[in-house]
């Protein structure tokens, strides 16, 4: 049995366009029951998006999609991304879930980020500067307060749109050249997210060019997602059947990043994922509403 979710998308704390409230308000009109913020890295939207979900009666899971790589370092390397999902309960108490080592990865992320960006500033013209920072609000911003990559994107095409394909092409840089950050192989990953108490899932697994990696980490992992809206649907009864096979948790979600139309997950998800996730049974009303 299935319930309805969507346990994968983004906001503008990383690649999406939607704050958490507007990521939240979409899938209750949805009708989506149980959902998940997962931000690259960071979990800079996770209570926000936890404050909106508590009228709506869905459940709502802390997340993020975690970044790991494939052959770091040589030219067939490529990146491999985890879901790490933790029990909603760990937002209950504050600063528990701050005191996890993936949230103080997601700011040593976010101080990164800023510090990448400001550094490719540095390397434009002093008027091209004046127009991307006109006051300054940039470089005297926060990390946490510091346009994500998405909306990086949009201010550059809006205030000087011939940096856009330079910086387009530049900033993938950030990941490939920060070893310490990112240089992971997803099995060290994995047991980073196992050791802070969250469960791992492995993030669109079609979409990696190294099939035997793959499959080891498959292996290794504790589910993966079968669908997300870049899955046909032989390639997601691929993926259902690996995960019944082998006895591992699956998820559908639609990898929402809000830059096309949205497309539903082509199936709930598994009770007994969801369950797993939770670490606790499902309200039995919410099992009842299940399709």
């Known amino acids: 049995m299935t319930i309805r979710a969507d346990l994968h998308g983004h906001t503008y704390f990383s690649d999406g366009r939607a704050s958490p409230a507007e990521y ?4 209750r009109q949805m009708q989506m029951q149980v959902i998940a913020i997962a931000d690259h890295d960071i979990f800079a939207g996770v209570r926000a998006g936890a404050l909106a ?3 709506t009666g869905m459940i709502f899971i802390p997340a993020a999609e ?12 490529e990146q491999f991304h985890v ?8 937002l209950n108490a504050y600063g528990v879930f701050e005191q996890t080592y993936l949230y103080r990865r997601g700011e040593q992320v976010q101080a990164a980020w800023k510090s990448f960006v400001m550094t490719w500033f540095d390397d434009v013209t002093a008027e091209d500067r004046a127009a991307l920072d006109p006051d300054g609000a940039l470089a005297k911003a926060a990390p946490g307060q510091f346009p994500a990559l998405q909306s990086m994107i949009n201010l550059i095409a809006a205030r000087r749109h011939s940096l856009f ?14 070893k310490q950050l990112f240089g992971w192989s997803p099995e060290e990953m994995i047991d980073a997210i196992r050791a802070d108490g969250a469960v791992d899932i492995v993030a669109h697994p079609v ?12 292996q ?6 079968v669908y997300t809206s870049r899955h046909k649907a032989d390639v997601a009864a691929h993926y259902r059947d690996y995960a019944v096979k082998n006895r591992k948790l699956w998820t559908a979600s639609a990898d929402d990043h809000q830059n096309a139309r949205y497309i539903a997950p082509a199936s709930g998800v598994p009770i007994n994922t969801i369950e797993r996730l939770l670490r ?10 299940a399709p």
């Open 24 to 27: 939240v308000d979409f899938r």
């Open 280 to 289: 606790k049974p499902l309200p039995i009303e919410m099992v009842l509403q």
């Open 83 to 90: 879901l790490a999902y933790f029990p909603p309960e760990i």
């Open 66 to 77: 975690i970044t790991a790589f494939l052959n770091f370092g040589a030219a067939e390397a």
């Open 207 to 218: 979409r990696y060019r190294d099939k035997p990696r793959t499959e080891a980490v498959l």
């Open 165 to 178: 394909e330079p910086f387009r092409d530049h900033h993938f840089r950030f990941w490939n050249d920060d």
């Open 53 to 55: 979900c508590r009228p």
């Open 220 to 225: 290794y992992a504790s589910g993966l997602e």
